[in-house]
């Protein structure tokens, strides 16, 4: 029975009973955060339509403090694709009221240059605040990354707002409510070592070849590179695709030509994509070239291909990308690093 509902796609069945409070206490994070705050809810229509939205969640709390994670808890995981945000920190001095402003509109609107004006974001004078840039990411299964302490983290203002500049809903089935929350965990000390981020391919710092145009009918293999130029350690990846990438490899090539393998997705389900943090950081010597190696399969034979028949897919860069549709297509990989300081190879992240 259990083989035959595999060799089906292992669909689920019926989910409009399911609890989704009691499985996310059970999948996500059982440590107690700090601080929650709720997202304005969204209402999800039938409508057979992805939807796109930028939205503000104004906040204040009693002092400055430091963040060691953050963790996105779905008000319906089914639904809610990704989110890319980043966290504005404001200066009480010139920032009076944090909570002015709309706190949300559609991405596809005709005036978007208006809507997001109307978000209030800029300080009082129309200075900008400090941003901390990609503070909180949401992927199906993505889980808070808590790294030891003094690893990663930022400052958080008493008086800000996160911004999620990219929130993206798949097509509901029915009508129903998203209310969506952020977990937030501080840190006991400040951040000694930051993190940064590294993207290649769709919206990164190196491009696709060939370019992620794929024709009907065709199967393709696509790469992206680039060069390291300083000693890294590596915490964390991300690898992203659509409904249809086949397969996916990454790796870096040392100038010595040694090989350091990062992950290898030999099937590739669009569902099941989460950030992989390594049991100890990585590291990845000056000179090296990281490789990313995918495999998309825009044929009928593709059970998850959106089209019947198949049609021309690609990548979507309407408002800097941020209405990218599940039928579209990307291929991006997204690293966590820190820069290399001797012994990092031998720290433990679990």
């Given amino acids: 029975l259990i083989a035959s509902w595999f060799k089906q796609g292992a669909k689920s069945g019926d989910?409009?009973?399911?609890?989704?409070?009691?499985?996310?206490?059970?999948?996500?994070?059982?440590?107690?955060?700090?601080?929650?705050?709720?997202?304005?809810?969204?209402?999800?229509?039938?409508?057979?339509?992805?939807?796109?939205?930028?939205?503000?969640?104004?906040?204040?709390?009693?002092?400055?403090?430091?963040?060691?994670?953050?963790?996105?808890?779905?008000?319906?995981?089914?639904?809610l694709h990704h989110l890319n945000g980043?966290?504005?920190?404001?200066?009480?001095?010139?920032?009076?009221?944090?909570?002015?402003?709309?706190?949300?509109?559609?991405?596809?609107?005709?005036?978007?240059?208006?809507?997001?004006?109307?978000?209030?974001?800029?300080?009082?004078?129309?200075?900008?605040?400090?941003?901390?840039?990609?503070?909180?990411?949401?992927?199906?299964?993505?889980?808070?990354?808590?790294?030891?302490?003094?690893?990663?983290?930022?400052?958080?203002?008493k008086v800000g707002a996160f911004v999620a500049n990219d929130i993206h809903f798949g097509p509901s089935p029915i009508n129903v409510w998203d209310k969506s929350k952020l977990y937030i965990y501080f840190s006991k000390t400040p951040p000694k070592r930051p993190t940064s981020e590294l993207m290649l391919g769709t919206n990164g710092v190196s491009p696709i070849i060939p370019p992620?145009?794929?024709?009907?009918?065709?199967?393709?293999?696509?790469?992206?590179?680039?060069?390291?130029?300083?000693?890294?350690?590596?915490?964390?990846?991300?690898?992203?695709?659509?409904?249809?990438?086949?397969?996916?490899?990454?790796?870096?090539?040392?100038?010595?030509?040694?090989?350091?393998?990062?992950?290898?997705?030999?099937?590739?389900?669009?569902k099941w994509q989460y950030f992989y943090t390594f049991k100890k950081m990585v590291k990845i010597p000056k000179g090296s070239i990281i490789i990313i190696e995918a495999v998309f399969d825009n044929t009928s034979d593709n059970p998850n291909n959106p089209f019947n028949p198949p049609q021309v897919v690609s990548e979507r860069f309407e408002n800097n990308g941020a209405s990218m549709r599940t039928t579209d297509e990307m291929l991006q990989f997204i690293i966590t690093y820190l820069p290399y300081v001797k012994g990092d190879e031998n720290i433990s992240l679990e």
């Avoid at 696509?222 to 996916?248: C, Q, R």
């Fill in 15 to 79: 989910t409009s009973k399911l609890n989704y409070s009691e499985i996310l206490n059970n999948s996500f994070s059982k440590i107690k955060p700090d601080l929650i705050l709720s997202l304005d809810s969204i209402l999800l229509k039938n409508n057979k339509l992805d939807k796109f939205y930028v939205l503000k969640i104004p906040y204040t709390i009693p002092y400055d403090t430091f963040v060691r994670a953050i963790e996105l808890i779905p008000g319906h995981p089914d639904y």
């Fill in 212 to 270: 992620l145009v794929l024709q009907p009918g065709t199967i393709t293999k696509h790469f992206s590179s680039v060069t390291i130029y300083n000693d890294i350690s590596i915490l964390t990846i991300n690898p992203h695709m659509h409904l249809l990438g086949k397969s996916f490899t990454a790796y870096a090539v040392k100038p010595n030509g040694d090989t350091v393998k990062l992950i290898r997705i030999p099937d590739w389900r669009f």
């Fill in 86 to 157: 980043h966290l504005l920190n404001y200066d009480p001095a010139k920032k009076k009221n944090v909570f002015a402003g709309t706190r949300l509109f559609d991405v596809e609107t005709k005036d978007y240059d208006t809507e997001f004006i109307a978000l209030k974001l800029d300080n009082d004078d129309g200075t900008l605040p400090q941003r901390i840039h990609s503070a909180v990411n949401y992927l199906p299964g993505t889980q808070a990354a808590f790294y030891p302490e003094g690893l990663g983290g930022f400052r958080m203002s």
